[in-house]
């Protein structure tokens, strides 16, 4: 049964030495039960409102300070033996150096070096009656510079002059130099370091002015924001194509637009700015899609189904069990994230200890069932029927247990865990639609993750200060996140737009970054 509060008593200090007395006597009166009971119903209460707190505690230190991954071998304290002993009966792989090899480097330049005086075939001068010939591996020097994010050339050009017709001649200038101040190349850095990595404009002005390659703040919102214009097309295409996926992640993360703060009506009860992150999957391609306002995940997600061509079937919406990330405009086939049910028992790990570690340990092996399908890749309809196979008794134990601890009431409900389980419960048909509906996914980490480009523009530079500025931010993290996504270098791909602006312009749709050969490096 739920915990009532309980009822108040003034017993003041004098009267509860006296009951103390009488309990130690054992010779209780008749009205000392009443107040025995309220205590007990007092000492209840602290305890459930003491475990609610070290969970938010926890959760706000993992927000300070930061937090190992949730997987069950960081959440569980004692490993199982059977764990440790299959640890030991593997052999143990040497660790690396953690030194990055030379593949890694593939964005540098490749300098191919010649011995000065031998070459395949020449007598060897070592012994004498060998012939040298060449390795498969050359031997690589990895050799690093530091220089500015963005570089500026001054190009000096001898002028003569006729000293009889003063006519004035001046040499031309270099192709490398190319026609514009600014290079195609300088926006999409600006562009990677600003929504990419987080790094405010005025603290990018700091370091070029420190460098010797001024950039003030102001001139490089100029070049973001013209970039924006050009490559606007691909973006308005990129959403055309997320609006088909099969299947569409979508979440929300709070944000800051001065310009809306500034013009809010004081009587509209709805407050809130958001940046809203959709991963959408369409024909094997992941595209990812950012959306700064007043709307939220819902409303925002209505919005791109709008674009959605007719006939098509319902997409798997994939999403928290929040109600603002739902739409109510269009049917989807809605499934919940399994990470969040499971984060609520691993912040109770302290205080519900075999409980908790009873439900991770189920769904570790859920996830590890997942992890099979992905390595062996199966289809969607293959990993359902694995899932229902082997994850399905899995499922249905943990919902049976579930059931027992709030219906035999070995569980308060009112306290940290009884909500966790009450919110698996009311919940459980989306959080297991992946053992219903082929290519449902078990979580929204997906999207969680994109969102982390947000977070961190928004941890770095705090706001957006207009409109017109957030849709700058939305296009470039768009885009970059997309790239990453295909796995296509954002800075290649976002200087190679602007080159071919005038065609990209009729046809967006034939410039989505997996459309983009990424160019082998050079070997100067």
Request: a positive charge; aromatic letters at 6%; hydrophobic letters at 35%.
């Amino acid at each position: 049964m739920p915990v009532k509060p309980p009822k108040g008593h003034q017993v003041s200090g004098k009267q509860l030495k006296a009951l103390q007395e009488r309990i130690k006597e054992r010779k209780l009166a008749e009205a000392d039960w009443e107040i025995v009971q309220g205590l007990a119903e007092t000492v209840q209460c602290l305890s459930l409102a003491l475990a609610e707190k070290d969970a938010s505690l926890g959760r706000l230190c993992k927000y300070l300070f930061g937090a190992p991954t949730e997987t069950a071998k960081n959440v569980l304290k004692n490993l199982h033996q059977q764990q440790a002993n299959e640890k030991a009966e593997k052999p143990q792989s040497k660790k690396g150096h953690g030194r990055k090899p030379a593949s890694a480097y593939n964005g540098g330049k490749k300098v191919t070096i010649e011995h000065p005086t031998l070459n395949t075939g020449d007598r060897c001068p070592g012994c004498e009656k060998g012939k040298i010939y060449e390795l498969a591996m050359p031997s690589v020097f990895v050799h690093v510079v530091g220089d500015a994010p963005l570089k500026a050339t001054v190009y000096e050009r001898i002028r003569l002059r006729c000293n009889l017709c003063g006519e004035v001649f001046v040499p031309e200038l270099p192709p490398e130099a190319g026609e514009k101040k600014h290079d195609e190349s300088a926006g999409a850095m600006l562009a990677l370091l600003k929504y990419g990595c987080g790094l405010p404009l005025h603290r990018l002005e700091k370091l070029q002015a420190n460098l010797g390659h001024p950039l003030p703040a102001s001139t490089q919102w100029d070049i973001l924001n013209a970039s924006a214009v050009i490559l606007s097309p691909v973006h308005d295409a990129l959403v055309q194509c997320a609006a088909q996926g099969e299947l569409i992640h979508n979440d929300d993360t709070a944000m800051k637009v001065l310009s809306f703060l500034k013009q809010q009506d004081p009587e509209n009860t709805r407050k809130g700015i958001y940046t809203t992150g959709i991963v959408s999957k369409w024909q094997g391609r992941q595209m990812a899609l950012f959306m700064t306002g007043n709307r939220h995940a819902g409303e925002n997600l209505a919005e791109l189904l709008k674009r959605r061509k007719t006939g098509l079937s319902p997409p798997i919406q994939m999403c928290d069990a929040a109600s603002r990330n739902a739409s109510e405009d269009f049917e989807t086939i809605l499934a919940n994230c399994m990470a969040h049910a499971r984060r609520q028992f691993v912040e109770l790990i302290n205080s519900f200890p075999d409980e908790c570690t009873y439900v991770i340990e189920l769904l570790a092996k859920v996830y590890h069932h997942d992890a099979i399908v992905k390595e062996q890749g199966l289809s969607p309809e293959q990993r359902l029927d694995y899932h229902q196979r082997q994850s399905g008794p899995i499922m249905a134990e943990l919902e049976a247990w579930c059931k027992k601890q709030i219906d035999e009431n070995i569980v308060e409900p009112n306290s940290g865990l009884g909500k966790a389980i009450k919110y698996m419960l009311k919940h459980w048909v989306k959080l297991t639609r992946f053992l219903k509906v082929p290519g449902a996914p078990l979580d929204n980490n997906l999207c969680e993750r994109a969102l982390k480009h947000a977070i961190l523009h928004r941890k770095n530079a705090l706001f957006y200060k207009t409109q017109r500025g957030a849709y700058v931010g939305d296009l470039f993290m768009s885009l970059i996140h997309t790239c990453q996504l295909a796995g296509v270098n954002p800075l290649h791909y976002l200087t190679w737009l602007p080159k071919n602006a005038q065609d990209l312009e009729k046809t967006p749709e034939n410039y989505m970054p997996w459309h983009y050969a990424q160019p082998q490096s050079s070997s100067q």
